[in-house]
């Protein structure tokens, strides 16, 4: 027991992976990085959607628990598929809290994912902070309940805190917010955006607008492809040149969680030749814009297969770094949003935003 007190604090993060490129997983990252550096505490990381001897576990250089089995492990994948919650960490949650043993546990991810976490037997051994995605109005009863169980909530807006607050009858014991922020040594203007256009081949008189997410119900794609079809209608007889030269640029995937069928709304809306998609190599690693061409292209540079980008095939920070500034205007389209961290790298790449107001955003 005085080891303990003697030791460093010790700090699980639990979340979906901070080696992704989710809102959730960058967030996790920026939270780790910080707090590895500052050499205060002792750092884990509990990440719930990645495998055992996934080629990025062997990036991290913190302590880490992956939460899905080993492809070559049956009886831990019947396990792990007996119950929906262990996909979320349920089922290996208190073995980690046994190994590492935590002082705190620091959960960044959506608030239906975490109760287990809530209903553990060694709750009482830990002091348990989350980080829930408030992204509108009315919180249900139960996550109401969760954030008032907790020792902490970090959120990560002011319309968050201001709206737990409200909601939690001044019960829930709420930090101040830490908002989500973008890496400046990554995401920045780029110079020479001629030339960065020149080598993707795109006009130097074409205005993008760009929108960044995946492709779910809460994400408003053909609200943006419908607005951009009205705005092609009004500007025509406005601005010939401005018409001929506007293009959509859509970083998004096929298929996703319940998507929305984008092909067909393309031809619907006869656009299919004004709309920009990211196809990322799975041969030579090398990404590039181009028009519709199925989910599956040909690479431009070694004519291997390209597919759209996906949670755990994205492309990396640098090169959605070129995206955003190969765009004219970034626009964050979504009927809530906690506060999608797109927006936030895409203003730090010097793109002009637009986004709706409401929510996080």
Request: net charge positive; with cysteine; glycine share 4%.
């Amino acid at each position: 027991m005085l080891d303990k007190f003697k030791r460093k604090k010790r700090i699980l993060i639990s979340g979906e992976f901070s080696a992704a490129t989710t809102g959730f997983g960058v967030y996790s990252k920026n939270l780790i990085d910080r707090l590895y550096k500052s050499n205060k505490y002792e750092i884990a990381e509990f990440a719930s959607f990645v495998g055992i001897n996934d080629p990025r576990d062997f990036t991290i250089k913190h302590r880490f628990y992956a939460n899905e089995p080993s492809q070559n492990d049956e009886f831990a994948k019947q396990q792990y598929n007996s119950n929906e919650a262990n996909k979320t960490g349920a089922w290996k949650f208190d073995k980690v809290l046994l190994d590492f043993n935590p002082d705190y546990i620091l959960e960044c991810r959506d608030t239906t994912m975490i109760q287990y976490q809530m209903l553990s037997p060694l709750r009482k051994f830990f002091s348990w902070i989350i980080s829930p995605a408030c992204d509108s109005d009315s919180q249900i009863n139960d996550w109401l309940s969760l954030h008032l169980n907790a020792d902490k909530v970090l959120t990560y807006t002011q319309y968050a805190y201001d709206l737990l607050k409200k909601e939690g009858g001044n019960k829930i014991k709420l930090f101040k917010p830490a908002y989500p922020g973008a890496d400046f040594d990554v995401f920045k203007p780029i110079q020479n955006k001629q030339g960065l256009r020149n080598f993707f081949g795109i006009s130097q008189d074409a205005t993008i607008f760009m929108m960044s997410g995946r492709n779910q119900v809460r994400k408003l794609f053909p609200n943006l492809m419908v607005a951009f079809k009205t705005y092609l209608n009004k500007i025509k007889s406005i601005d010939d040149f401005t018409y001929k030269n506007s293009l959509l640029y859509l970083h998004t995937t096929l298929p996703d969680i319940r998507t929305y069928n984008i092909p067909k709304l393309l031809v619907t809306l006869g656009i299919e030749n004004r709309v920009l998609f990211t196809y990322n190599c799975i041969k030579c690693g090398k990404f590039f814009p181009n028009r519709w061409q199925s989910v599956i292209t040909n690479c431009r540079f070694c004519n291997g297969e390209a597919i759209l980008p996906r949670v755990n095939f994205n492309i990396p920070p640098e090169a959605l770094n070129q995206v955003y500034n190969l765009s004219d205007v970034y626009i964050q389209y979504a009927n809530r949003g906690a506060l999608e961290l797109p927006l936030v790298e895409a203003a730090a790449a010097g793109c002009n935003i637009m986004a709706v107001d409401y929510a996080g955003t």
